[in-house]
């Protein structure tokens, strides 16, 4: 700004200087100049472009003293707001596109884990088919189909520890859990009898699992037929039961993994128990297990009643991820401490 538009605007806002507050008198201070510094402040503007504004407000309105300053905010203000609409819109196309990736990232990830998920399947039960072509002794056949049995559960949960008992088809999986980046065992045996033969299960079959479980100690057990058609109807839909004080599964060699994930944070929850002996946890663990077996029951009845969605892999494993959470949810000791 020139020195006469200065000092004619400074003339113009009630003599244009005041007693500067700093020096006390000793000194002045111009008013224009003490305008500029606030609004640099206030709008974030460099002294020498609010100068200009004013300059350029005077030349063309005229308007001199407070209403000059009124319209001279008034524009900083529009233009402030104008300048701020523009960042946000900036943030608001940044969050749309870090959305859109996520949900891409996210689909393609579940893709791939339905993918990989039914390679295993595939090479599991080429596996099979392979294996069953050993002979025609019984015997053979039954111990191969045992081992490859025992070596499917190992392939499948590395960190378990798996032991072959004396019975034919019987195992005990001592699961093994991850805590802080260890593994350790969550003693908690869970008893499988692993049943190869043609027909179904059936009720001698159920009551013999349930006085071996009771003989080693075992809080859940875990009947496993060959294939689907094995089972029962009512066992389709209704895979989980509590018969005593075991924790009962009946289930096909197909569904047998999606059944050991969900019992796994179920499993932690009685580790955690057991670790903490001067609590008794009984009333909420037997809460707890009803709700854990009401989703079980909840995954196997949408598995045993609708076709489409068992084909369907990416479908399915969100299932399986929603039901998973929440039993680990419903396992959470901590949260129960903390009502």
Known sequence: MEMESLV?????????????????GRGQVSRIEITSRLLTSLFGKEVMEIEKLISKTVEETGLQG?????????????????RTKSQIEVKEQEK?????????????????IASIKAEKDRIFKEKIELESRLGNIPAL???????EFEEEVIGRYPHFEIEKLTGEGDFIIWPKLEKNGDW????????????????????????????????????????????????????????????GQTFLIITSRERMPTCIDMLIPYMEML??????????????????????IQKINEFSEIEGSTSKIVKECTKIDKVVVRLTEEIRTICNLQAEEGT
């Open 8 to 24: 004619g605007l400074n003339n113009g806002m009630n003599g244009g200087v005041i007693q500067c507050p700093i020096c006390l």
């Open 66 to 82: 407070s209403e000059l300053i009124k319209t001279v905010i008034e524009k900083l203000k529009e233009e402030f707001r104008e």
């Open 96 to 112: 749309a596109n870090l959305k859109e990736e996520h949900r891409i990232y996210e689909t393609k990830l579940l893709e791939d």
């Open 141 to 147: 056949i039954g111990a191969a189909g045992e081992k």
């Open 184 to 243: 350790i065992s969550a003693k908690i045996p869970l008893l499988i009898d692993h049943k190869k033969k043609e027909s179904k299960i059936t009720r001698d079959d159920i009551e013999k699992l349930l006085r071996d479980a009771k003989s080693r100690s075992c809080e859940i057990a875990m009947i496993v037929a060959e294939k689907d058609d094995q089972l029962r109807k009512k066992d389709i839909v209704k895979s989980a039961m509590l018969v």
């Open 271 to 292: 580790y955690s128990s057991k670790q903490k002996k001067e609590v008794d946890y009984k009333e909420v663990l037997d809460t707890k297990t009803r709700e854990v």
